[in-house]
């Protein structure tokens, strides 16, 4: 998709990325610190995801939808199946592969820890508009699926 009206300047993709980057990172460390004891943002991360897309995972896919190597997907998933918070088993189309999905306890855990969280992030309701909030989704879901595309 071209526009017409492209910027003349090309540092304009990167001032963006740039943009998106410090408010992920902010955004993370104010999450992380909300978060209920013993949970941490990759824990959430992970519960979140699998709350939000639903299903059986295996821990490579995991690993490449959150970008993180397979050893640390698989350190995360075993600390979270330690707290019960999701199980794990056998692939039955693949015994050499294992399957993750959220347990009642994780939608729990990830619900708390939205809730929790949430005063973290109301000030921004005083700085911004709901409809601003809405105006940006669709360019930043477009961003973010244009992006994963172009990353296999």
Excluded: C
Aim: glycine share 4%.
């Amino acid at each position: 998709m071209t526009d017409t009206n492209s910027p003349a300047d090309p540092t304009m993709i990167y001032t963006v990325m740039t943009e998106i980057g410090i408010i992920a990172q902010l955004s993370n460390t104010s999450l992380e610190r909300a978060l209920p004891a013993g949970l941490r943002l990759s824990h959430f991360i992970v519960l979140h995801h699998l709350s939000r897309l639903g299903g059986a995972w295996t821990p490579a896919r995991l690993a490449s939808a959150i970008q993180v190597t397979k050893g640390a997907m698989t350190n995360t998933v075993q600390r979270l199946e330690a707290k019960g918070f999701v199980s794990v088993e056998a692939d039955p189309n693949d015994a050499r592969s294992k399957l993750v999905t959220l347990t009642d306890a994780g939608q729990s855990m990830r619900d708390r820890a939205l809730m929790e969280a949430a005063p973290v992030f109301a000030h921004l309701m005083d700085d911004f508009e709901v409809s601003e909030f809405e105006a940006a989704q669709p360019f930043l879901a477009r961003l973010r699926a244009s992006m994963d595309k172009a990353r296999d």
